[in-house]
C-alpha cells in the first residue's frame, strides 16, 4: 500500500500542527523533511520517542519541531508511522505536508489512517466508528459511549451472542445429520431458550438505538403554532447558554436553518420556523402554514398553544395536522403566567410560561423520554444506524429460526441461525462487504 500523509489536527492558525505520514515508506520521508538537532539519524531513537529537530523542504530548513516513529505492527495504522509536530501556522504546515509529498508520500483519503487501522486489523469496523464518535461527541454521554465502544465493549457483547448462535447452528445441524443418536446436551426446548435470550438482548440493544440517534445526529424537531403563542421565546429558552452550532443540514433546503440544542445529553436540531428569521412572506404564510411541511419532515413536534386567549381556528387547524401523530407530539400551553382562557386541545399538556422559564424542566424531562432516555438506562447504547440495521435484521433470522424450530423444520432453522450470526458478524466487520466499510470510512474527514 503507498505511503501517505495528511494533516490530522483542523485546518487554520494553531499553536501545533500535527502531520501524519503512514506506510511502508513513512521512515524515509520523515527522514527526508526531517532531521534530529542531536544531528542523529531519527531511526536511531526509540521507537514512540518524540525528537526534537528540524524540518527541510527543498529550499532548506523553515521550521523545528518534534518527530516521533512508530514501527510496524506497533502503531495506530498497524503500519509504519511517523508523527510530525510542527508550528501551527498556515503556510508551515502546508510547506510539512508538501514536503512529505516531495519526499514520496501521497496524500491521504478520508479517514484512510483509520482505515488502515482496520485493513491491518488493529481495530473492528465497530471500534473505528467509536473513532467517529469520540471526535464529534459533544455530551458526556456520548464520549462514554464511544469510549466503550473503542474499548470493544460493544464487540464482546456481540461476539458473546454470536457464540451463542453457532453453538446453537452447530446442534441445530447435529441433529439434522445424527437424527437418531444422541450427540448434543441440548434439545429442542433447550435451543428455543438460548434463541429467545439472545433475541431478548438483541431487543434490549436495538431499544436503546432511538437514543444513540438522539445523542449524536440529534432529533429532527419543529415548534409548530400560530403567531404569537410565543415559539420564538420557547426556542430561546432551549437555545439557553447551550446555544450550540448553526448549521446547514445536508439535504434539506438551504433556506431552512437548523439550530442545533442540546438537552440534557440529547440534540434537537430545531428547524427555524418559529419566526427566528424574518421573511417577505406574509403574517398568515409565516403561521401554521409556514410548519406543515417542517412538520411532516420533523420526528418530534412541540406544539404551542397560548393558554391566556381563547382557542382559534388556526389553532384548530394545527390540531388536525397533528392527527395521527400524537406519539410524536409534545404539546405546550404557553403564557401560563397568565390567566389561564383555554382548555387544552391536546391530551397531556406542558403548562409553561416560556417568558419566566417556568415549566421547562417539565419540558425537558419530556424531551429525554421521548428520546428513549429511560430504554438507553445502559452502559451500551447503538449509536450507529448501520450496526441498528445489522441488529435488526439478526433479530428477523432469530425470530425465523424460533419458529422453524418450533416446526420442527430444522434445517431452515439452522439457516436462519447462519444468517443471524452473519447479520452480527457485520457490527465488528468480519463479514462487512467492501461497499459498506467504504462508506464508514468516506464520512471521516482527512488526517483521521
Ligand atoms: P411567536 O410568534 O410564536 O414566535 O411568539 P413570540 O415568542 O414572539 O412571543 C409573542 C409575544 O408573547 C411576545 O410579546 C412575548 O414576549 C410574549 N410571550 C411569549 N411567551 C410568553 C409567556 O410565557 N408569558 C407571557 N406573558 N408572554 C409571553
Known sequence: MSTVAAISTPRGKGGVALIRISGEDALQVCRKVFSPASGKDITEY??????????????????????????????????????????????????LLKACFMAGAVPAGAGEFTKRAYINGKITLSQAEAVGGLIDAHSERYLHVSLRQLDGKMSEKINSLCNDLILTAATVYAFIDYPDEDMTDMSV?????????????????????????AISEGIPTVIAGKPNTGKSTLMNLLCGTDRAIVTDIAGTTRDVITEQVKVGDVLLNLADTAGIRESNETVEAAGIKRSIKEIEKSTLIIAVFDSSSPLTEEDEELVSL???????????????DKECRAQSPLPNPIYMSAAKGEGFDKLQEKILAFAGAAEADTQDIVVSARQYSAIERALENIE?????????TQDIAGECIERAISALGEIDGRTAALEIVNEIFSHFCVGK
Open 322 to 336: 397533528l392527527k395521527g401523530k400524537e406519539d410524536r407530539v409534545i404539546t405546550v400551553l404557553n403564557k401560563c
Open 46 to 95: 526509540p521507537a514512540g520517542k518524540a525528537v526534537h529537530g528540524y524540518f527541510y523542504d527543498k529550499d532548506g530548513n523553515f521550521d523545528d519541531g518534534m518527530a516521533t516513529l512508530f514501527i510496524a505492527p506497533r502503531s495506530f495504522t498497524g503500519e509504519d508511522t511517523a508523527e510530525l509536530c510542527c508550528h501551527g501556522g498556515n503556510l508551515v504546515q502546508e510547506k
Open 400 to 408: 425465523d429460526a424460533i419458529n422453524a424450530l418450533d416446526g420442527f
Open 189 to 213: 426446548p433447550d435451543m428455543l431458550t438460548r434463541l429467545n435470550k439472545v433475541k431478548a438482548e438483541l431487543v434490549s440493544l436495538a431499544g436503546t438505538h432511538k437514543f444513540g440517534k
